[in-house]
Structure formats: C-alpha cells, structure tokens
C-alpha cells in the first residue's frame, strides 16, 4: 500500500512566523498534493507539483509556497503565519489514474 | 467559484436505513467521479467512484448514482452502519492529464444511529 506521511500531527505556531509543513510519499509518484480543510468549505487546493522542481498554484495560493527538491518529498511553507491560516492541512499523493492517498493531515494552529 | 458542491452540511439516519448522499457539479467537462470518506484526525480514503460514461457503481453498500443531464450525483449506503459515522466528500476530475487534479465539495457529515 501506498504510505503519505506528514510529518506533525499538530503544531502551534505563532503569528509571523515560518511554517514548513512536510510531506513523504513512498511510491515514487510524480503528483502531489496540498490542501487545507475547514468546516464548510471543503477540501481546497494550495499548490500542487507534477514532478521534482515542478509546481502550480491551486485555487488558494496566496500566503503558501512550496518546494518539491526530491521527488518523495513535497513540503508546504507558510511564509509569515497568520491566524486564517489556522486549519487542518492534508497532502496527497496520486495513485492510480484518478485516485488521491492522503497523509493523516496536520491541525495548525497560528496564535 | 464552487464547482462541485454538496448542500447537505451534515445527515442522520438511523442504523439499517439508507443514507444517501447529494452531490451537484457545475463543469460538464468532469468526467469522473469520486467519493472520499474522512474521519476526524485522519486523511480522507478512497470510497467508490464513477466514470462519465455510467450511471452506476456498486461496491458492497455503497452505491454511486450519476445523472450527467441534471449534472447531480449521489452516494447511497445500505444498510448504514454506525461506523459509516464521517464526513463524506464528493470530488471530480475534469480528464487526468498530467496533474490529476480534484476538485472537492463541502463535505457532507453522516451520523449514523444506533
């Protein structure tokens, strides 16, 4: 089976500072996966990367980058954190033709 | 631009009813279909899914429904169990090319009674 591992489970963070959210995947897959879930909205997408050094943004961008130097490791950061950025974040991997594995998520909570 | 939504924020049923869950599209260009099932502190997994190109999927108790002309789907689940207890998510897929990008819904979440 394919394993998507996220490195925190929960982290607390405070306003201004720099986040990295890390992501592994075992299966040599070239597509990765962020999003962020919040009640009422959904599963959204931050950034997403095809291949190594490769990466578009999603449908919510703004505040986030990525960087994705091996083609396992897909790492979310936030650059100045902020308070709406609190909310649970899930990696993905895809597997198959149209099918997502996604990691346990990491709650993040920005004071 | 919400392109898959579902309406229904949460649903109770009573354990051995069914439980059906809705899902409407926008984009008439998604061509598959998928439900993901999450519960709390956990990643969502895999339900079921359906190609463009059917009107039905069937798995176990799980049943997927598509209705390309009213753009609408919907997730039935017979007998509910009280450990289908989650929050259930729609997605679509508008061809895989090279990213295989998803889009998801709300998130529906279904309390099963015992």
């Known amino acids: 089976d394919v394993k998507v591992t996220q490195s925190s489970r929960y982290l607390v963070k405070r306003t201004g500072e720099k986040v990295f959210l890390e992501c592994v995947q075992d299966m040599d897959h070239e597509n990765m996966f962020w999003y962020r879930q919040d009640p009422g909205l959904g599963l959204r997408l931050i950034y997403f990367?095809?291949?190594?050094?490769?990466?578009e943004k999603g449908d919510i961008p703004e505040g986030y980058s990525v960087s994705r130097e091996k083609k396992e490791r897909f790492s979310l950061i936030l650059e100045s954190a902020s308070t709406n950025q609190t909310s649970m974040y899930l990696c993905?991997?895809?597997?198959?033709?149209?099918?997502?594995?996604f990691g346990s998520g990491t709650r993040l909570t920005v004071v | 631009d919400q392109q898959v939504k579902q309406n229904s924020p949460s649903l109770s049923v009573q354990e051995g009813r069914i439980s059906i869950l809705n899902c409407d599209y926008t984009?008439?260009?998604?061509?598959?279909f998928l439900w993901y099932k999450k519960y709390p502190a956990e990643g969502p997994t895999f339900l079921i899914s359906?190609?463009?190109?059917?009107d039905k999927n069937e798995d176990g108790r799980f049943t997927v429904f598509l209705n390309k002309s009213a753009k609408h789907l919907s997730l039935h689940i017979v007998p509910s169990q009280p450990g289908d207890s989650a929050v259930y998510f729609c997605a679509a897929s508008a061809g895989s090319g090279n990213t295989g990008k998803l889009i998801f819904g709300q998130g529906t979440t279904l309390q099963v009674k015992p």
């Open positions: 990367s095809y291949d190594v050094k490769m990466k």
């Open positions: 359906i190609s463009s190109i059917k």
């Open positions: 993905a991997s895809r597997t198959g033709w149209y099918g997502y594995t």
């Open positions: 984009n008439s260009m998604f061509d598959y």
